[in-house]
């Protein structure tokens, strides 16, 4: 299920000053037989007992002890792809460092602009990755490399690799990225090239499949925390004052649930995955006017993508990437509300959007931590031959898994999750409404 594509059976022995015996007090090693189980549970271990079967594994990330790439003629390439989201520059810099001072390779390229620097008609010049280059870059948001939505002729791209003998490309991006990457490395299968394709899923929304988390999600609402915070100021601040903060979640609600946890004050928070109504006597606008009735104030924080089913659209409309570009809830919550208030109760209504401010911020500790052993697992993978995988922790382990395997679908909050509960029990409000 989880089977990894191998370029070629590694002969070249690993650079790496690391041991292949336990006991001696040096890292050892990965061997491709440390599968590491994918379903945890009792339940899963009984059922698997009882029909004779092995359970699912998983490819433990890590450095081998030989290698698919001679280091000494190999060429790498990096490129970014999609919204911004911190850390991009810390995985970038980690990447550079890796290859350079593990590995010994000083032929690194930085693609311009997303996919579009891998098509030569777009007039994107390489960029010459040096450690000097990128020693600083991780205390900066954004990405050194500059970013685009939208794919490019697969076959373009990857004449593009050929022509310019590249043996890796290291792929930072979301679902439309990382579907480009296997259908890059698919491309490179079939001519039967050289060429190792890996991805490293960046998503602010945490919305990739089967990973534990996404770089850059606990940056998001770390910055998302005090922006609350001052808003529950104003709203407190105020007879009958609201605030409404809309944070990023266009598909998933994980940004607006987590700090929502983060920030106790919050007291509703609205998500894709729910369905709500606004009017009757258990909806929404009801429920609010009992709050401010009897607290005076409210703080309610929106994902993009929540309260879609509410807005008459005249036509669906696609961004370059493919996806669904949505209505903006929080304007139309707060044009609802207005209106709901009108004639009943006098109310002060503050609207945050703190989007772009969030995506476009540097790592913090935290997330700089975790892109560097992202990037650090992803080279050590490459190297070894390892082709059309992403790097990511599952049940807090690092692991490659395919690209496959990650872009089937989107990551949802589960409604009947813990972690859900843990909200509704924070904010108090009901389970449906």
């Known amino acids: 299920m989880f089977q990894i594509n191998q370029l070629g059976t590694p002969k070249i022995a690993s650079p790496l000053q690391l041991s292949t015996v336990k006991g001696d007090n040096i890292f050892n090693f990965i061997k491709d037989e440390d599968k590491l189980i994918y379903d945890l549970s009792l339940e899963n271990y009984q059922q698997c007992i009882a ?8 490819e433990k990330a890590g450095p081998r002890q030989f290698l698919h790439f001679d280091p000494k003629h190999t060429k790498a390439a990096i490129v970014t792809c999609g919204g911004l989201c911190p ?40 960029l010459k990755l040096t450690p000097d280059v990128v020693k600083d870059i991780h205390h900066h948001g954004g990405t050194i490399l500059g970013s685009s939505r939208g794919g490019q002729s697969v076959s373009t791209m990857v004449d ?31 001519r039967g090239a050289n060429i190792s394709v890996v991805g490293i899923p960046k998503t602010i929304d945490n919305d990739i499949d089967i ?20 808003a529950h100021n104003e709203a407190a601040g105020a007879l009958n004052g609201i605030a409404i903060i809309k944070v990023m979640g266009r598909d998933s609600g994980f940004i607006a649930a987590s700090a929502t946890l983060a920030m106790p004050e919050v007291n ?48 669906e409309v696609k961004d370059a990437s493919g996806n669904i570009q949505h209505e903006d809830i929080g304007v139309f919550l707060k044009d609802k509300i207005k ?15 703190p989007s772009y401010i969030v995506r476009s911020a540097p790592a913090n500790s935290s997330d700089s931590i975790f892109c560097s052993s992202l990037a650090y697992q992803a080279v050590h ?53």
């Open 339 to 353: 209106a709901y208030f009108a004639d009943s109760l006098p109310v002060t209504i503050k609207y945050i959007d």
């Open 211 to 230: 990973i534990d988390k996404s770089f850059g999600f606990e940056t998001s609402f770390d910055i998302a925390s005090p922006i609350i915070r001052d």
């Open 160 to 190: 593009t690799l050929v022509a310019n003998n590249i043996n890796i490309l290291f792929t930072i991006g979301g679902d439309g990225t990382l579907k480009g990457a296997n259908a890059i490395g698919e491309e490179v299968a079939k």
């Open 51 to 58: 029909d004779g079967i092995a359970p699912v594994w998983l």
């Open 268 to 315: 509703y928070v609205l998500v894709p995955e729910m369905d709500f109504n606004l009017y009757g006597e258990a909806g929404f606008l009801e429920l609010l006017k009992k709050r401010l009735l009897d607290k005076k104030h409210a703080v309610i924080v929106v994902a993009e993508g929540a309260g879609q089913h509410l807005i008459q659209k005249e036509a």
């Open 87 to 126: 850390g991009l520059n810390n995985v970038i810099r980690g990447i550079v460092m890796a290859l350079h001072y593990f590995y010994d390779i000083k032929d690194i390229l930085g693609i311009r602009y997303g996919y579009e620097g891998l098509n030569p008609e777009a007039g994107h010049e390489f």
């Open 381 to 433: 993978g490459a190297m070894a031959g390892k082709t059309q995988f992403v790097v990511g922790k599952v049940n807090n382990k690092f692991v490659y898994l395919p690209i496959a395997a990650v872009t089937t679908k989107r990551k949802k909050i589960d409604l009947e999750s813990e972690f859900w509960f843990a909200v509704l029990q924070s904010t108090g409000q009901p389970f449906s409404f």
